[in-house]
């Protein structure tokens, strides 16, 4: 049986550093790196030989997750980590994302982390590692980043509970919560919009986040938050009001 870890948005910013550091693991016998491009794919696989499985998917489909699980069934496949990483943001108002395009984002931000999550987890044994990738934008509700806050909130909440469910088994989950990073996700989210956000406070990098991720979750942490900024929100939004949080976030982008 083959020990792997799976790494959805592989061939990204934060995919890619967590790739590249267990790809370094020896523990590990595969990396299978799950996006929807095969150039992307295809260059990590060059980076890393012998190392990664490449796998195109789109997890915003739940019948290619459901072809992906019976792919791993058919390998004998023991899970040590999944990495459920794939995810994007708009940045515009309700108004300006068709009602397709808005739960599209909700699909794979939500759908996608839940339905890899519950295909995995069958063959995630007792010292396996779950890694859901929220956002310091899960912290309080954001308004013209309204959709994506959202769907982060659901994922630091439902994996600090589904953590709590997977105790007993021995399956640790952690909600990893980045604050910016300078990643491809910044070209994906800019729209035309009369309420793009633009300021972007306490940037760090990809690499930095992936190896505090991976360390917290190794001591059973559910929470990883890197950067003094993003740890700085958290606390401050335990504090205040949401009504008082909102204005503040919106008085830093310059935003009534
Ligand atoms: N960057 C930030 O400031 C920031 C802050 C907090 C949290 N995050 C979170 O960090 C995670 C990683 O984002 P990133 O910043 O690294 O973004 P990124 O550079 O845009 O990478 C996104 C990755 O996801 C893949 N992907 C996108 N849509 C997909 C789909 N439908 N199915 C499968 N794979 C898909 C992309 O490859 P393909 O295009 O080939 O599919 C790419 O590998 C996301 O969940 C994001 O919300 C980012």
Redesign the pocket.
């Known amino acids: 049986m083959k020990t792997i870890a799976i790494i959805?948005?592989?061939?990204?910013?934060?995919?890619r550093a967590f790739t590249a550091l267990l790809a370094a693991d020896p523990s590990l016998d595969e990396i299978w790196a799950?996006?929807?491009?095969r150039e992307?794919l295809e260059a990590l696989a060059s980076a890393y030989p012998g190392r990664i499985r490449p796998y195109m998917?789109?997890?915003?489909r739940r019948e290619e997750i459901a072809a992906l699980g019976e792919v791993l069934k058919g390998e004998d496949v023991s899970i040590r980590y999944l990495i459920n990483?794939?995810?994007?943001?708009k940045f515009c108002g309700w108004d300006e994302l068709s009602p397709a395009d808005s739960l599209a984002m909700l699909d794979?931000?939500i759908g996608?982390v839940v339905a890899m999550g519950l295909t995995c987890l069958p063959m995630m044994p007792s010292g396996s590692y779950l890694l859901n990738?929220a956002?310091?934008?899960s912290f309080q509700p954001l308004p013209w980043l309204n959709l994506y806050g959202s769907s982060?909130a659901f994922v630091r909440f439902y994996s600090r509970a589904l953590g709590m469910e997977l105790r007993e088994r021995g399956v640790t989950v952690t909600a990893v919560c980045?604050?910016?990073?300078d990643?491809?996700?910044f070209d994906?989210a800019r729209v035309e919009s009369a309420h793009a956000i633009t300021r972007f406070v306490g940037r760090f990098t990809?690499e930095q986040v992936a190896e505090k991720a991976l360390a917290d979750a190794r001591k059973g942490r559910a929470l990883s938050i890197y950067g003094w900024y993003p740890r700085l929100h958290h606390l401050i939004a335990k504090l205040l009001p949401q009504k008082l949080m909102m204005r503040l976030w919106l008085m830093q982008q310059g935003m009534k």
């Not at 959805?8 to 995919?15: P, V």
């Not at 799950?34 to 491009?37: S, T």
């Not at 998917?57 to 915003?60: E, F, I, M």
């Open positions: 959805t948005g592989a061939s990204g910013g934060l995919g799950v996006a929807r491009h992307g998917a789109d997890l915003s990483n794939a995810g994007y943001a794979l931000n996608g990738i956002s310091q934008a982060k980045p604050g910016w990073m990643t491809g996700l994906r990809p």
